[in-house]
């Protein structure tokens, strides 16, 4: 079955303690990419992977990191979290990234609190 | 800058026909899609829109106009499943993904 999974489904953390959320995917895809979402401002790109080794800033890129190492997996690191990071994050895939009518597939969402 | 814009919320009435409105200004044009939200869920595809015109997926249809900047999909036969965010996105000329904020929809008996 082709699926998205993300993980953790929920996570409560402090302030200033680094976590990961993995995301995993087994469609073969290329294009990985994470977004953050939050009450009443849509989904907003944090980062995105066109390729392994091949990272971009989205357009809230500041805290956070990723990295693709292989090409399933594309993880989202909170060096220093911070109260203002809390959110539902979303991975998303699609097979390229570079032709118009692909579609974007989900993860389950992680949503995080920060405390 | 890049601009989508959604009412953020709609209520209809179960059986009956709504048309959720999107319009949008940004850098290029490579389609535009829909996708359903369920509250807490992942956002799902419903429809991809690059021509004008109206496309139909059973119950659910999408229209589109470049020349307006503007799309609607338009539900019928409303059912109380339906109930969910809509969430408008353009694909721009670097091939990245522009998202409304999304039309939360209400479904009443």
């Known amino acids: 079955e082709a699926q998205v999974t993300q993980n953790p489904r929920y996570l409560i953390t402090v302030t200033g303690k680094k976590l990961t959320v993995t995301c995993s995917q087994n469609?073969?895809?290329?294009?990985m990419s994470w977004y953050r979402q939050d009450p009443g401002l849509g989904l907003r790109q944090i980062y995105y992977s066109m390729n392994v080794e091949v990272t971009d800033k989205g357009d809230v890129p500041e805290g956070y990191k990723v990295s693709r190492k292989e090409k399933r997996n594309f993880p989202l690191i909170l060096e220093s979290p911070s109260p203002n990071q809390t959110s539902l994050y979303f991975c998303?895939?699609?097979?390229?990234?570079?032709?118009?009518?692909?579609?974007?597939?989900f993860g389950p969402g992680t949503r995080l609190l920060v405390l | 800058g890049q601009n989508i814009d959604q009412p953020t919320e709609m209520t209809a009435t179960e059986g009956a026909i709504v048309q959720i409105n999107c319009t949008y200004q940004t850098s290029g044009f490579n389609g535009l899609f829909w996708y359903q939200q369920h509250a807490g869920e992942a956002p799902t595809f419903l429809s991809y829109?690059?021509l004008d015109g109206l496309e139909e997926k059973g119950r659910f249809s999408s229209f589109l106009s470049r020349s307006k900047g503007y799309s609607y999909l338009l539900l019928k036969e409303l059912q109380m499943k339906d109930s969910a965010s809509y969430l408008c996105a353009v694909r721009d000329s670097n091939y990245q993904l522009i998202w409304g904020a999304g039309t939360k929809l209400i479904i009443k008996p």
């Open positions: 829109n690059v």
């Open positions: 998303a895939t699609s097979l390229t990234g570079t032709s118009g009518e692909e579609t974007q597939y």
């Open positions: 469609m073969n895809h290329e294009y």
